[in-house]
């Protein structure tokens, strides 16, 4: 049976109070998280942005896009170690058409 897969695109918000250090280091873990688990089309690191509003009193966040093609059970178990990752902010997974 063929393996069924499906084009995706996410988004996450490091804290921007961080040091530069532990926000490359967040943002690797997750390409190589999402680099072992999929195929990696497109990584646009959009920097440090402000927020469209307060999130913890802070207004500055990290941007950080990544476009990935995977099984249709790797969104899921991203978005979970998103939700217990200290240092991310945002995040949401979403299928591109």
Sequence with gaps: MTEIKRAYETIFVVDATLDEEAINGLVEKFKSLIE??????????????????????????????????????????????YKITDGIMRSIVVVKD
Excluded at 37 to 65: F, P, S
């Design 36 to 81: 072992a688990n999929a195929e990696i089309e497109n990584v646009d690191v959009w920097g440090k942005r402000r927020l469209a509003y307060a999130i913890d009193y802070k207004t500055e966040g990290y941007y950080v896009l990544i476009n990935f093609t995977s099984k249709t059970d790797f969104p899921a178990e991203l978005e979970r170690i």
